[in-house]
């Protein structure tokens, strides 16, 4: 019979996220909570269990003996949970299957081919997660992530799908318009440039700046320029003659085979980054997650 009480699953959740990352800041940002959240769980366990599991550096975390210790108990404990519940979810639907990936894939290139999939590969469901954080697969139930990443940073096992090329895209409607040409680049001083908003310098690939200055056109002034948080809207926006934006493959493909965004110039920029499919430990021997990756392979071979 137990006697002694245990602390909540939410203060160990929190410390070993802390410990792990050395930093109530990213362990904040990991478990989406607020910095001052992590570190008043951390100040609530300490006082539960009657000792210092951190020493607090200037700009740093250092775990104390203690906190050593606890750790390796909750990383063990954290793990075991993990693979329990993961392996429970699958088995609680079979049909199921749990994809996660960027908002912008999700709503511009993968939504638009689900029902394809769910036509020609009956019996699975799939559950779309579309974020642009980086998730746990197994923490999260995960069982097939599509991210954008550098190919040296892609973990062992992960499946290249395709590179990505980025060149500015218009609405034919803005060939159209007299006295404001888009033949060649430097036209797009006459034009308005839907801009990505990327505050944190994540996505330096989408900037307008970065493709001028590879192009020899830094000085170029637009005459005007328009800002969108989320890379579909800015999208949309092109396809109504807003503007210029700068598209993205295999994101646009289908709007400009269908005539919605044409690329007035040939000027192409590829990006480093690459698309790759990882499929999550717990569902690698499913057939969902097999058919699923053959299908999306599929797809991408047969875009022109």
Excluded at 144 to 151: D, G, L, S, T
Excluded at 278 to 296: C, E, G, N, T
Aim: net charge positive; glycine share 6%; hydrophobic share 45%.
């Amino acid at each position: 019979m137990r006697t002694t009480r245990l602390p909540s699953l939410d203060l160990i959740r929190g410390f070993e996220a802390a410990a792990r990352q050395l930093s109530f800041t990213r362990a904040a940002a990991e478990l989406h909570v607020t910095q001052s959240a992590v570190s008043r769980q951390i100040k609530t366990l300490e006082d539960h269990l009657g000792t210092r599991l951190f020493t607090r550096l200037n700009r740093a975390l250092k775990l104390t003996p203690d906190g050593e210790s606890l750790f390796v108990t909750a990383q063990s404990v954290m793990q075991q949970l993990e693979e329990a519940t993961a392996r429970l979810a699958s088995r609680g639907d079979d049909r199921l299957l749990t994809v996660t990936t960027t908002i912008s894939f999700a709503a511009l290139w993968l939504v638009p081919r689900l029902a394809r999939f769910r036509k020609t590969r009956a019996g699975t469901d799939v559950r779309l997660a579309a974020t642009n954080d980086v998730t746990n697969l197994e923490r999260d139930r995960i069982d097939v992530a599509i991210r954008f990443m550098e190919p040296g940073t892609a973990p062992a096992g992960a499946i290249p799908l395709t590179g990505e090329i980025v060149f500015p895209v218009c609405s034919p409607v803005l060939l159209k318009e007299r006295g404001r040409p888009l033949k060649k680049p430097a036209d797009l001083a006459r034009h308005v440039m839907l801009n990505y908003d990327d505050p944190a310098g994540q996505w330096p690939w989408l900037s307008w700046s970065q493709w001028l200055d590879a192009f020899h056109l830094r000085e170029l002034k637009p005459a005007g320029i328009a800002h969108y948080s989320h890379y579909d809207q800015l999208i949309q926006a092109a396809i109504e003659g807003e503007g210029v934006a700068l598209g993205r493959t295999p994101l646009i493909k289908r709007f400009l085979k269908s005539g919605a965004l044409i690329a007035p110039f040939q000027n192409r920029m590829a990006t480093t980054r690459e698309y790759f499919i990882i499929v999550a430990p717990h569902a690698a021997a499913r057939a969902q997650a097999q058919r699923f990756v053959a299908w999306l392979q599929q797809e991408i071979r047969g875009e022109p």
